[in-house]
């Protein structure tokens, strides 16, 4: 009975598996051109997927080792199960080869089934919990199925009844493994994942790159940012369909911890209800907190922002990218919230609270406060600096940035210019010509402010020789390393934290040992996470003679303060403040002072009401440091 049945459900499972990829992949086309090499991407898919992929799976070892056993058990089987089942290949090492799979399948299903019995709360729930029954249903029946072909039973063993449960069981199993894998439920992730890996948009991530600059937009085009699913780029449609709703970006994102309205699970599950058509009824995990699940409706020509997904969602995004480094899909949930933020800016003008004026500031003024451009250099009137429309050439190039501006961030820049002066370091500024990095503007959805300042400052620095820029803002030294690329700018650019640790290891600071309490470190996320740079600042502070106490989130998990992205612009009410949150974080190591090295972050985590640690920039830590210049 088997014998003659069984081929018939694997032919009808893989024609349903064919079909539904074929409907599948046809939605993702609705999407935008994208140029990809589509055998080079094929050819480096599994080497991303066992590799890079499994980097981030491994965080959670637990789960990185049921992965192993459970996909590569089930991939494996299947494989198997096509030569011995369906072709009828008669090897008693095939055989013996698909049971050894289908157990190790099994061992991993069990592990999925012990997880699920008390899921975190990131995890989806609704079908998501058959999916260890499905497993295990799989891996049994074709484990038992196996057994007479490998010798180890007669073929007529249990009779007709057996064979009637084991139908079933097969037809289930196919059904969830193969039909659910490109028609929808929770192993959808499996095909969906593997050709995102294959054709991902950001290659440079894989084999330990890094790729965090935003895509510039054609300012040509008829529609500016998305405003409908159909405007991303195909794969970016791709990579929503990859989402496996660990719920792990969730759980790291700093908006949904403080209670306002963006969830970047939940906001990727909407993408897909939108690049399919339909409702998020049957979405089964967390919402946006304040918001019920049920009322989101969308399809893949309607406007995102009228019915799927509210435009305080996306506002309330900080763009600090932890759900980005969480994701073990590799999603870009970041490039799909600013997309849909350069529509509303754009093309609609609804940039929130201070959003508008904000830009009108940029573009009237070249700063996003409104300052008088001429006043940029008030704060080194007594520094007696080179001006590069003075002297023409040097070795550094040290970018003020708008911190110029905040007499807070005045003292960083002061203390960064003691400690060049004491290095006798052959540097000098812009001044006046420096104009806003366009950071601000780019966040928030305006790339063509953000593309017009950045190609008049390229005109500048272009004027000039130098061998390097050093700047204390990680937003702006994020911009000009990564983002100035695309408009002809492409300059050796590094962190005041780096440049510092150089000077001293080459021995041009003498520094006495901090005198201090305890102390912590805040890693600003866009000097951490979009640039990978967490050691510099730790090892210059180990030259003080500090002992870090680190805080629980700090490194690649650092929590963001909440000043990036525009966020405290926008200010989208939440439940509570996400720079309190972190100095909680601060407190819970008892230190008495938390290092930074974001002007941005100074500003947010000293805004948090007292009593509090102190809050200091590493320049300042080592200016006071100081005892005597080298040369």
């Not at 057994?147 to 073929?155: I, K, N, W």
């Not at 940029?376 to 590069?388: I, P, S």
């Not at 008495?592 to 300042?620: F, H, N, S």
Request: aromatic share 8%; glycine share 10%.
């Amino acid at each position: 009975m088997l014998d003659g049945l069984l081929p018939v459900l694997i032919t009808m499972a893989l024609a349903l598996l064919v079909i539904g990829a074929v409907r599948r992949i046809n939605l993702w086309r609705a999407g935008q051109p994208e140029s990809v090499s589509l055998i080079a991407g094929l050819m480096a898919m599994p080497r991303r997927y066992l590799v890079d992929l499994h980097h981030v799976v491994g965080r959670d070892k637990y789960m990185s080792n049921t992965h192993v056993a459970t996909g590569g058990g089930f991939v494996l089987s299947l494989a198997l199960i096509v030569l011995v089942h369906l072709f009828g290949l008669d090897s008693k090492i095939l055989a013996w080869a698909l049971l050894a799979a289908t157990a190790l399948m099994f061992v991993g299903a069990l592990f999925v089934y012990k997880r699920r019995q008390n899921p975190p709360a990131r995890l989806s729930k609704g079908p998501w919990m058959r999916l260890p029954k499905s497993l295990l249903v799989f891996a049994v029946t074709f484990f038992i199925v196996t057994l007479p072909v490998a010798g180890v039973l007669p073929e007529d063993f249990g009779g007709w009844v057996l064979a009637v449960i084991l139908l079933i069981g097969i037809a289930y199993g196919l059904g969830e493994m193969l039909f659910g894998m490109t028609w929808g439920g929770p192993m959808k992730h499996a095909f969906a994942g593997a050709l995102h890996l294959a054709f991902h948009r950001r290659p440079e991530r894989f084999g330990g790159g890094r790729s965090t600059g935003l895509k510039p937009v054609d300012l040509g085009a008829e529609v500016l940012g998305v405003a409908k699913p159909s405007d991303f780029k195909w794969n970016q449609l791709l990579g929503f369909d990859a989402c496996v709703q660990c719920g792990r970006c969730e759980a790291v994102c700093p908006a949904f911890a403080a209670g306002q309205p963006l969830n970047p699970k939940k906001l990727i599950q909407d993408m897909v209800v939108g690049l399919a058509g339909g409702s998020d009824a049957k979405y089964a995990g967390s919402p946006y907190p304040g918001r019920e699940v049920g009322q989101a409706k969308g399809g893949p020509t309607q406007v995102i922002t009228e019915g799927l997904v509210n435009p305080e969602t996306l506002w309330s995004c900080t763009t600090c990218r932890a759900c980005v480094e969480e994701c073990p899909m590799m999603i870009e949930h970041v490039d799909a919230i600013v997309d849909m933020r350069r529509f509303l800016t754009m093309e609609k003008g609804n940039t929130p609270n201070k959003g508008a004026e904000t830009l009108d500031n940029l573009i009237a003024t070249d700063n996003p406060n409104g300052f008088d451009p001429g006043g940029r250099m008030n704060w080194a009137a007594d520094q007696n600096l080179k001006v590069m429309a003075d002297v023409k050439e040097t070795d550094v190039l040290f970018w003020v940035s708008d911190g110029a501006f905040d007499m807070r961030s005045q003292r960083i820049l002061r203390a960064f210019v003691k400690l060049l002066k004491a290095a006798d370091v052959d540097f000098a500024v812009l001044g006046d010509e420096e104009r806003d990095s366009g950071d601000v503007a780019r966040r928030l959805g305006d790339d063509a402010t953000f593309q017009s300042l950045a190609k008049r400052n390229i005109a500048v620095l272009n004027r000039y020789k130098f061998n390097r820029i050093v700047t204390t803002d990680p937003h702006a030294f994020h911009c000009l390393k990564n983002e100035y690329k695309d408009f002809g700018g492409d300059y050796e650019v590094l962190h005041h934290t780096t440049f510092i640790n150089e000077l001293v290891k080459a021995g041009m600071l003498k520094l006495d040992m901090y005198k201090g309490g305890t102390v912590t470190y805040h890693d600003p996320c866009y000097l951490g996470r979009y640039n990978g740079e967490y050691d510099s600042p730790r090892e210059l502070l180990n030259e003080l003679g500090i002992e870090l106490a680190e805080m629980e989130r700090s490194g690649f998990r650092s929590r963001c303060c909440g000043g990036g992205g525009g966020a405290p612009i926008t200010d989208i009410p939440g439940e509570r403040r996400i720079a309190d949150m972190r100095m909680e974080d601060v407190k819970a190591t008892g230190a008495e002072l938390v290092a930074v090295g974001c002007q941005q972050c100074t500003a947010m985590l000293e805004g948090v009401v007292e009593p509090r640690p102190e809050v200091k920039d590493i320049a300042e830590i080592v200016a006071e440091s100081l005892v005597e210049e080298v040369h």
